[in-house]
Structures are given as structure tokens and as C-alpha cells.
């Protein structure tokens, strides 16, 4: 197997139900769709990648992909409503309409702070990882975290009372983002799904791996993104957690 080509593929759809219209969102100069266009344009003009794709159902989202000149699949209705078809049945649709391709770059534009200089490293431990050594079959973005969890009844990493002990010393977890996903295309096809078992985890930070779904998700990213990066974003987060979603919305 080598790394021969590779494309990103940007998946958006029109029926976004917790924030509509989330993928035309306005980020930066533009959209959260044109942001991630924008990004794997540079890493094309890197020579990086050799194509994008933008799957959509929306002649809109599909229209400004035409616009930024990548490529476009038109996916029927039944495999954007999340009801009709299970994701894996949408995985295989999007993944079978990508030609002259031996290798996928899933990259959802939900994770706007996720970039490019990501996408690099995240591209070199492919090849080095996936394609030369086959020590993994897929790569993905995951964050870090360590927190004190609870199932429906009691707690699941920690003992309550004399057992307590400071977040720090709790079992390190990673969380799954939608930075990116990597794979052989015929791996995807096998596996009707964009990871396979044994998937090389790509730590990123918590800015970087900021995954909007919610109001305050996007928030916390137009904040970071407008600051730019370092300690400050961090203060920024942490101190969202004391504002109204409107408070914040003013600010952001």
C-alpha cells in the first residue's frame, strides 16, 4: 500500500437540528464551510493532497464549493436526514463517489480551529504509521481529558469519600473529534466506516479540538479564533462558563 492519492473529503449537510444551518455558520471572513475549503486548498497547494470533495445535499453547500473550484457529490436526501439510512450506509454512499482515489481524508468543517499545520502532522504519521509500517489502520483526531465521571448511579473512574483523589492523579481519557479521519478508501468500503479497530489516536489540544454541536461550542470557537491562540483562550473558555449563552453572543 503507498500514499499514491489522497482526498479530502468535507461532509455538510442542510438538516443540522441543534443549531441550524451549522455549517454555513459565520466564522472568520466567511462560513465554517468555506473555513475548512480554504484550509485543505492550502494543504492542495502543497501538494499535500491531490483532490477535495464536498458532499452534500444542499445545492447552496454545493454551490460554494463550485465557487472555491473543488469538487462536488450530490448525496440524495435519504443519506443526509439521519433517518433514513444508518451512518454507516452514509459512509459507504459518500466514499464509493469518490474516483481515482486510494486514500481519505474525512474532514468534517465542525472543527474550525483544527488546521492546517493538524492536517500535516496528522498526514506524515499516516504515511509513516498506516501506509509504511501498518503498526495502525487509520488515523483520528482525539482530545485529552480527565474528569470525574458517573454513570446513571455511582462513579465510574473515582471512589467517593477516603478514595477521592485530585483530578490530576484520574485515569487519563480521550474523546473521538471531528478533526479528521484517515484511511484507505477500500479499508472505509470494508470497514462501512471512516476508522478502522486499531486507529492511531492524534492528540490535539482542547482549542484545536474544539467540536461545535452546541450554541456554546461555537461560541467558545469564534473566542478562540478571534484571540488568536495561547493562554488567553483558555481564559476565554474558562471564563464562558460564568456569561448567559446571549452575554456571550454579544462578545463573540
Same mark, same amino acid.
Given at each position: 500500500?503507498?500514499?499514491?492519492?489522497?482526498?479530502?473529503?468535507?461532509?455538510?449537510?442542510?438538516?443540522?437540528?441543534?443549531?441550524?444551518?451549522?455549517?454555513? @455558520?459565520?466564522?472568520?471572513?466567511? &462560513?465554517?464551510?468555506?473555513?475548512?475549503?480554504?484550509?485543505?486548498?492550502?494543504?492542495?497547494?502543497?501538494?499535500?493532497?491531490?483532490? *477535495?470533495?464536498?458532499?452534500?445535499?444542499?445545492?447552496?453547500?454545493?454551490?460554494?464549493?463550485?465557487?472555491?473550484?473543488?469538487?462536488?457529490?450530490?448525496?440524495?436526501?435519504?443519506?443526509?436526514?439521519?433517518? /433514513?439510512?444508518?451512518? /454507516?450506509?452514509?459512509?459507504? &454512499?459518500?466514499?464509493?463517489?469518490?474516483?481515482?482515489?486510494?486514500?481519505?481524508?474525512?474532514?468534517?468543517?465542525?472543527?474550525?480551529?483544527?488546521?492546517?499545520?493538524?492536517?500535516?502532522?496528522?498526514?506524515?504519521?499516516?504515511?509513516?504509521?498506516?501506509?509504511?509500517?501498518?503498526?495502525?489502520?487509520?488515523? *483520528?483526531?482525539?482530545?485529552?481529558?480527565?474528569?470525574?465521571?458517573?454513570?446513571?448511579?455511582?462513579?465510574?473512574?473515582?471512589?467517593?469519600?477516603?478514595?477521592?483523589?485530585? /483530578?490530576?492523579?484520574?485515569?487519563?481519557?480521550?474523546?473521538?473529534?471531528?478533526?479528521?479521519?484517515?484511511?484507505?478508501?477500500?479499508?472505509?468500503?470494508?470497514?462501512?466506516?471512516?476508522?478502522?479497530?486499531?486507529?492511531?489516536?492524534?492528540?490535539?489540544?482542547?482549542?484545536?479540538?474544539?467540536?461545535?454541536?452546541?450554541?456554546?461550542?461555537?461560541?467558545?470557537?469564534?473566542?478562540?479564533?478571534?484571540?488568536?491562540?495561547?493562554?488567553?483562550? @483558555?481564559? *476565554?473558555? &474558562?471564563?464562558?462558563?460564568?456569561?448567559?449563552?446571549? &452575554?456571550?453572543?454579544?462578545?463573540?
Amino acid at each position: 500500500m503507498s500514499l499514491n492519492k489522497i482526498t479530502a473529503v468535507i461532509p455538510v449537510r442542510a438538516g443540522s437540528k441543534r443549531l441550524v444551518n451549522k455549517n454555513l @455558520l459565520a466564522f472568520g471572513s466567511s &462560513n465554517l464551510l468555506e473555513h475548512k475549503i480554504t484550509q485543505l486548498k492550502e494543504l492542495k497547494s502543497l501538494n499535500i493532497i491531490d483532490d *477535495i470533495v464536498v458532499s452534500s445535499d444542499s445545492d447552496l453547500m454545493l454551490d460554494i464549493a463550485k465557487t472555491h473550484k473543488v469538487k462536488t457529490h450530490k448525496r440524495a436526501d435519504e443519506f443526509a436526514d439521519e433517518v /433514513s439510512k444508518s451512518f /454507516s450506509e452514509v459512509i459507504v &454512499n459518500v466514499v464509493s463517489n469518490i474516483q481515482n482515489t486510494s486514500h481519505i481524508l474525512w474532514a468534517p468543517c465542525v472543527c474550525p480551529l483544527c488546521g492546517v499545520e493538524n492536517f500535516k502532522n496528522a498526514l506524515e504519521i499516516y504515511n509513516q504509521q498506516v501506509i509504511k509500517t501498518q503498526n495502525y489502520d487509520s488515523v *483520528i483526531s482525539v482530545v485529552n481529558f480527565q474528569q470525574y465521571l458517573w454513570d446513571s448511579k455511582k462513579p465510574i473512574n473515582y471512589v467517593l469519600g477516603k478514595g477521592h483523589v485530585p /483530578s490530576q492523579k484520574l485515569p487519563h481519557y480521550q474523546t473521538v473529534v471531528n478533526g479528521f479521519y484517515i484511511a484507505p478508501k477500500e479499508k472505509m468500503l470494508q470497514w462501512e466506516y471512516f476508522c478502522g479497530t486499531n486507529p492511531y489516536r492524534l492528540e490535539i489540544s482542547q482549542v484545536e479540538g474544539i467540536d461545535i454541536d452546541t450554541e456554546f461550542d461555537y461560541i467558545c470557537a469564534k473566542a478562540c479564533y478571534r484571540a488568536g491562540g495561547g493562554g488567553i483562550v @483558555l481564559i *476565554i473558555i &474558562n471564563t464562558a462558563c460564568f456569561f448567559s449563552s446571549q &452575554n456571550l453572543l454579544e462578545v463573540a
